[in-house]
């Protein structure tokens, strides 16, 4: 399966806080036999990101979105994705009795808000201070705090998504002596020859100069590796092996 992931927050994209979620989430899900498919990092602005979670909700994507939904004026992402999903921004029962169960007295006037969700949602559970993350239609909103939000987004694998019994792979190989137009006929080759599989095409440059070159998928890698590689000595390119069948995303 492929899942999505929104970053927001203006203290990424200023530097103020560096991201990782990025990475996190490309590891996690690549344990479990999944791919990271695309990433944004969003500004704290609503309408950038109603526009951007209407587009994968009405693609009917798989996506985690990290940031925005606490209780202070700039966080937006709660509203934002009930305004994208066509749905009113409404109480939810159980969220609010936790948040007032956690904090007391301090629940109101001001946390109590982050019980506001879009309607239809599920909760997330958080365990750090249980205040619950929420998902509407596969999207998983999650806190910005990666103590948080990296947990939760665990649970959320572990709860609606099986590993894939056969995981994703990789393969490639180092390419010298040739730019990466020179190889044009052969990777057309190869995409045309072996369309489930994605071929990938890597220049690298430096004090060694090559094209890495390589597959990445489930079945049929072992065939087209190997026809990658009889093609490369009919055209008489010299090559390397770098990596033989390594768990990817």
């Not at 749905?87 to 609010?96: C, D, E, F, S, T």
């Not at 205040?131 to 709860?159: I, K, Q, T």
């Not at 490369?232 to 069948?245: E, N, P, Y």
Request: hydrophobic share 40%; with cysteine; charged share 25%.
């Amino acid at each position: 399966m492929k899942f999505g992931l929104y970053v927001v927050g203006d203290e990424i994209l200023s530097g103020r806080r560096r991201d990782t979620h990025v990475d996190w989430f490309r590891r996690i899900l690549q344990a479990r036999g999944h791919a990271l498919a695309w990433v944004q990092i969003l500004p704290d602005t609503p309408e950038l990101l109603v526009r951007r979670f209407r587009q994968s909700l009405e693609a009917d994507e798989k996506a985690f979105s990290c940031g925005g939904i606490g209780a202070t004026p700039d966080d937006h992402t709660r509203d934002c994705a009930a305004r994208a999903a066509g749905v009113p921004l409404v109480r939810h029962g159980r969220a609010a009795q936790l948040i007032e169960k956690q904090f007391l007295d301090s629940a109101h006037p001001h946390r109590i808000r982050m019980a506001d969700l879009p309607r239809g949602s599920t909760l997330i559970p958080n365990p750090v201070n249980n205040v619950p993350g929420f998902s509407l239609r596969e999207h998983y909103f999650l806190p910005g705090f990666p103590d948080m939000a990296h947990p939760m987004g665990e649970w959320v694998l572990d709860h609606y998504y099986s590993p894939e019994e056969t995981p994703q792979r990789e393969v490639s190989l180092r390419v010298y002596g040739v730019s990466e137009n020179e190889l044009m006929g052969i990777m057309q080759q190869m995409t045309r020859d072996w369309p489930a599989l994605k071929l990938f095409s890597l220049p690298r440059m430096g004090e060694e100069t090559f094209v890495e070159l390589g597959f990445r998928g489930r079945e049929g890698l072992e065939e087209a590796f190997d026809a990658l590689q009889k093609a490369l000595r009919a055209a008489g390119i010299d090559f390397q092996v770098s990596d033989v069948f390594q768990e990817g995303g």
